[in-house]
RNA sequence: GCACCUGUAGCUCAACUGGAUAGAGCAAUGGCCUACGAAGCCAUAGGUUGCAGGUUCGAAUCCUGCCAGGUGUACCA
């Protein structure tokens, strides 16, 4: 706290000048409680985060939860310290008398003018009421890692999906981000590419089109090495794998012929990787595979040797964990390193290089026990100040309920089912199109140009939006019913009320910019009009709860709020029909707002919005 | 065996981390297009939160024990 500072109302620095702009609804909130409780207890910041969105609009727009537990500290009646709170409470010009219901909750209400000003603040506000952090963190999320020597399954969806929301979440906060794509580039995938190199190459094909080449060659022993040669032979090492093994053993070893290979080919399994990643509008600052950690590996071991955390066991080196528990390999027998040992030169590498205070792995959940274990590790080796997350995720299910497969048993192509989304997304599109036009109703014409733009955005959106808006830990059912549906909690129904917020303005010939330069202070008077007001006021918490737990699914909540209340606004509030001038420009600035905010929103769960649909 | 995750309306999911009468969307029923895009909106119905205990002013949420499903568990990553 700097003494020479308002404290109330934290002014901001942008742009080099003091930016009076609007805040957290909850923060205002817990900055007067903090006050009113630090004479009633020396820690008020467990009280403090009893302060919740009221449930019910009966009950005010805020509540605030502490007096009944004050009682049991403090041993006097929950309702006589609700009453001492409220008078201790800074009252000016913020909020409504509060009111003190049941055993003693205190339901807050703020004052509908002093929400107009905030909202006319957040009209001009370019980051919509988000405040930068006042200590920005370093974030290292390691998202995506697909094993590059073959395509890019549905298995990859979610860490890669997550993975970026996450990202454009904390640097929307203000957080220093660095995404890192630890590519599978280096392992036993690779024997079988450079094995099918040597034996079923077709010069000719790779010439023409090298990457669908490796495709097939990958594909061709992948087949191989899952045939069984007889039925008795069920334990027998299948020859091809084995020699696939080999290869992999060679390359490692730095056996030139291969090492020159997999110079030759990681390019094009880069290029392969890489349209998938346009196509989603997915970026890394750094790529660093297993490849890259690979020279520093001996000395990672070494290291740990040295500082007696691991330590020689049946010829393997080896961390023991906790008794009886299975310990963790850093070298195996035969002399090669383990993915641990790899993950940890990897922590080293990111701990020295970025000094990140979080490393975030999104990572399927099956993966768990190694990153405990991994972690635990770390912390061993000294790495007790940045925080290792695993931010885990369920599988993705088909209608069977178990991991979804394509028809013949094998993994569906990541390509193949981004296509599939734009496809499906094109055909209802047309579907209601056609429908539409039949009951007459006024469809835009579109030209074809802008209809492919309006699928990609549709088809990717749904099946973005699908993944994000569940709730991360639990497994969920691949259906494009549910996802491309026009109903509900979906990418199309906010594409689709961000298109007719738009059309508003469209409709009426009015521009966004006056609004936006010198936003007028807007009417609250309808119960609508207030309940948008303060859904619009509550983004940047909705960002800040997504972003404590990592958890993408709290803004598509937000967001289906925003769309229902807004649907309420636009069905009892005419704006072009306003009964004022002044009336349609204040009504004008809640749906220029909304339409900001859900365009936003989008773009941090890495989905476009489109003018018309 | 041990560990982690999951179990909420017929189906798919929420519930802001212990708050007031557990909410949405599908599906069902009934209503709303001479006010801005009906891909929309409103209303009705639907629940012993897997089961049994416990903790307290208050439990889907925390603890214990069961039941069911998924996953992992020394040389794949």
Redesign the pocket.
């Known amino acids: 706290m700097n003494g020479t500072k308002p404290t109330g109302d934290c002014p901001r620095v942008r742009d080099g000048a003091f930016f009076q702009g609007p805040m957290n609804l909850l923060h205002i909130l817990q900055q007067r409680f903090q006050t009113a409780l630090a004479g009633l207890v020396d820690d008020p910041t467990p009280y403090v985060?009893?302060i919740?969105?009221?449930?019910?609009a009966?009950?005010?727009d805020y509540?605030a939860?502490?007096?009944?537990?004050l009682?049991?500290a403090l041993g006097k009646k929950?309702r006589d310290i609700a009453q001492d709170l409220v008078q201790r409470l800074p009252l000016d010009d913020v909020l409504d008398p509060p009111e003190i219901?049941?055993?003693?909750?205190?339901?807050l209400r703020f004052r509908s003018d002093w929400l107009a000003k905030q909202v006319q603040e957040l009209g001009r506000d370019p980051r919509l009421g988000v405040e930068s952090p006042k200590t920005p963190r370093t974030f290292v999320i390691d998202f995506s890692s697909p094993?590059v020597a073959k395509p890019m399954h549905v298995g990859h969806l979610r860490s890669t999906i997550i993975g970026d929301a996450l990202a454009r979440l904390l640097r929307f906060q203000g957080h220093k981000v660095i995404t890192d794509n630890h590519l599978?580039d280096?392992?036993?995938q690779f024997g079988i590419l450079l094995y099918g190199y040597k034996n079923f190459l077709d010069e000719a094909a790779l010439k023409a089109d090298p990457v669908r080449e490796m495709l097939r060659i990958y594909v061709h022993v992948r087949q191989l090495m899952s045939v069984r040669d007889d039925e008795d032979a069920e334990d027998a090492v299948n020859p091809v794998a084995e020699a696939c093994?080999q290869e992999t053993a060679k390359l490692h070893a730095g056996d030139a012929e291969n090492v020159r290979l997999w110079q030759m080919m990681m390019p094009w399994c880069q290029a392969e990787i890489d349209t998938v990643y346009k196509r989603l509008d997915i970026h890394f600052d750094h790529t660093h595979g297993?490849s890259f950690y690979n020279p520093q590996l001996p000395s990672v071991v070494a290291d740990l040797e040295k500082r007696g955390i691991a330590r020689n066991?049946?010829?393997?080196v080896?961390i023991f964990l906790k008794e009886?528990?299975?310990?963790?390999?850093v070298?195996?027998?035969?002399g090669?390193?383990?993915?641990t040992t790899?993950d940890l030169a990897t922590i080293r590498y990111r701990a020295e290089t970025w000094q990140p205070q979080t490393v975030l792995y999104v990572v399927d959940?099956?993966?768990?026990?190694?990153f405990?274990n991994l972690f635990e590790i770390a912390r061993r080796w000294g790495y007790q100040d940045v925080a290792l997350e695993h931010v885990?995720f369920?599988?993705v299910?088909g209608n069977d309920?178990?991991?979804i497969k394509t028809r013949e048993g094998g993994a569906i192509e990541l390509s193949e089912l981004l296509d599939e989304g734009v496809r499906e997304a094109a055909r209802?599109?047309e579907l209601?199109?056609k429908?539409?036009q039949e009951?007459g109703?006024?469809?835009?014409a579109l030209a074809a140009e802008e209809l492919t733009q309006?699928y990609e955005a549709?088809g990717l959106g749904a099946v973005k939006y699908a993944d994000l808006?569940?709730?991360?830990?639990?497994?969920?059912?691949f259906?494009w019913?549910?996802m491309l549906?026009?109903?509900?909690?979906?990418a199309?129904?906010m594409q689709?009320?961000y298109?007719?917020t738009?059309?508003?303005f469209?409709?009426?010939d009015e521009d966004v910019e006056p609004l936006r330069a010198r936003p007028p202070l807007p009417s609250l008077e309808s119960p609508h009009e207030r309940a948008l007001a303060i859904q619009l006021l509550r983004f940047p918490?909705a960002l800040e709860?997504a972003a404590?737990?990592y958890?993408p699914?709290?803004i598509t909540?937000y967001l289906?709020d925003l769309?229902?209340t807004y649907?309420?606004?636009?069905?009892?509030?005419?704006?072009?029909?306003?009964e004022s001038p002044a009336l349609r420009q204040s009504?004008l600035l809640l749906c220029d707002l909304t339409a900001r905010i859900i365009q936003k929103s989008l773009d941090l769960l890495g989905i476009r919005t489109v003018?018309?649909?």
């Open positions: 985060a009893m919740k969105p009221a449930q019910d009966r009950f005010g509540q939860n502490c007096a009944m537990a009682g049991k929950p219901a049941g055993p003693g909750f205190i339901n094993n599978g280096w392992g036993t093994r297993e066991s049946e010829g393997a080896v009886g528990e299975p310990p963790a390999l070298r195996k027998r035969d090669a390193f383990t993915y790899t959940f099956r993966q768990g026990l190694h405990k885990s369920g599988s299910l309920r178990k991991p209802r599109y209601t199109r429908e539409r009951r109703e006024d469809v835009p309006i549709v808006s569940q709730n991360r830990d639990s497994d969920y059912i259906s019913d549910k549906a026009t109903e509900g909690n979906t199309t129904y689709y009320a298109v007719r738009r059309g508003i469209r409709k009426g918490e709860a404590t737990d958890r699914h709290v909540g289906w769309a229902k649907s309420g606004f636009f069905q009892n509030c005419p704006v072009l029909k306003a009504r003018e018309r649909m």
